[in-house]
């Protein structure tokens, strides 16, 4: 079969076999690769809306007894460097997001030992009584699979327990690459893919939304990255849980597995196979933290339908080197030169009421 007429099918929401995915990705020039994920993101979404959330990041302790290679973050237990916030610490935190209208909280850190199932519990129902009107999108795979660990629990019941105390959505946090060869050597420690696909189950069996992400550009080959989209395909079918996809890549500055930054135009390759590929998830996120906003804005064109979030706070990627940041103004600047208008939304991809800023 033709290179066109892959992307002629894929264009029009066909499914691509993985073969067919790894030659797109492998063959496919990049502007036609392009302009068939923009084509589909045009069916699927109004095209000239490009949303976004304001949320935050709040990176509640460092201390973590995975010791990911990727990951310049961490600390490992009884480290002098480690730290474990308060629940007040956590709460002023939130405060100052929800201050600047954030809906959308991410409390997320280490798997700290350290810290019991009730310790969640209790800062998670404080978040909800005192902000009511903000959404728990927080915590991690690994995070849940720890506090399991620790409690000596069956995942769902760590799971349902958050959920009650009011943790609403789960992000895909932890995901990076979901192939075994990959995840032996940049972190070893870590839960397994099938473990990180079983939690991804119950959560969304238990009713909780969830997001699922992709971190390429350590170690693996196009052949894994599409691999792991077939997975996170695959429980899609299942599951139909997954609300959005978010592809990021590694940033190797200041992390022990070092290694060279991807370029843009991988950037923007991975993301339209992704949108090709990914047929049956709804959203695709350009994460403009690791790439830039001009990166962001060229993401829009290759099938990419959300610009992400404002990210008030957040110390993991800025640990490995990273130094980009924008407010909510530089986030809609970005949307409307690029040619779009921007869109307020909440977690679960409902647009608000909020009016968007002035352009001046």
């Given at each position: 079969m033709s290179l066109r007429s892959m992307l002629d099918r894929a264009a029009n929401g066909g499914r691509l076999s993985f073969d067919e995915g790894v030659r797109l990705y492998l063959e496919a020039d990049l502007h036609d690769l392009g302009a068939a994920a923009h084509a589909r993101r045009v069916q699927l979404h109004p095209p000239d809306l490009v949303t976004y959330v304001i949320d935050t990041t709040v990176n509640y302790t460092n201390v973590c007894n995975v010791h990911c290679t990727f990951c310049a973050f961490f600390r490992p237990e009884h480290h002098r460097e480690g730290y474990t916030m308060s629940h007040d610490e956590v709460l002023a935190r939130v405060k100052h997001a929800?201050?600047?209208?954030?809906?959308?909280?991410?409390?997320?850190?280490?798997?700290?030992?350290?810290?019991?199932?009730?310790?969640?519990?209790?800062?998670?129902?404080?978040?909800?009584?005192?902000?009511?009107?903000?959404?728990?999108?927080?915590?991690?795979?690994?995070?849940?699979?720890?506090?399991a660990r620790i409690e000596n629990l069956p995942v769902r019941d760590v799971l349902q327990r958050l959920k009650t105390a009011g943790m609403k959505s789960l992000p895909g946090a932890g995901a990076e690459i979901l192939v075994e060869r990959v995840r032996k050597r940049i972190s070893a420690r870590k839960v397994k893919p099938e473990e990180w696909i079983g939690v991804m189950r119950e959560a969304q069996q238990l009713g909780m939304p969830t997001t699922a992400t992709m971190m390429f550009g350590s170690i693996e080959t196009?052949?894994?990255?599409?691999?792991?989209?077939?997975?996170?395909?695959?429980?899609?079918?299942?599951?139909?849980?997954?609300l959005a996809f978010i592809p990021w890549y590694y940033i190797p500055y200041k992390t022990p597995l070092?290694?060279?930054?991807?370029?843009?135009?991988?950037?923007?390759?991975?993301?339209?196979?992704?949108?090709?590929?990914?047929?049956?998830?709804?959203?695709?996120?350009?994460?403009?933290?690791?790439?830039?906003?001009?990166?962001?804005?060229?993401?829009?064109?290759?099938?990419?339908?959300?610009?992400?979030?404002?990210?008030?706070?957040?110390?993991?990627?800025?640990?490995?080197?990273?130094?980009?940041?924008?407010?909510?103004?530089?986030?809609e600047e970005a949307i409307r030169s690029a040619g779009f208008k921007p869109a307020v939304r909440n977690t679960y991809w409902n647009l608000r009421e909020e009016p968007v800023l002035s352009a001046h």
């Open positions: 929800a201050d600047q209208g954030a809906t959308q909280i991410m409390i997320q850190g280490g798997v700290n030992p350290e810290l019991r199932v009730e310790w969640f519990e209790e800062l998670f129902r404080r978040v909800c009584a005192e902000y009511p009107h903000v959404d728990l999108h927080s915590l991690s795979v690994s995070e849940i699979v720890g506090l196009p052949q894994e990255r599409i691999e792991h989209l077939n997975i996170i395909r695959d429980l899609q079918d299942e599951t139909n849980g997954f070092r290694g060279k930054e991807a370029t843009g135009l991988e950037y923007l390759r991975v993301l339209a196979i992704s949108r090709l590929y990914l047929n049956n998830i709804p959203h695709l996120q350009a994460s403009w933290l690791t790439p830039g906003l001009k990166m962001g804005q060229l993401a829009l064109f290759y099938g990419c339908d959300d610009m992400g979030g404002t990210i008030i706070e957040e110390q993991v990627v800025h640990d490995a080197g990273n130094t980009n940041e924008a407010s909510r103004r530089d986030l």
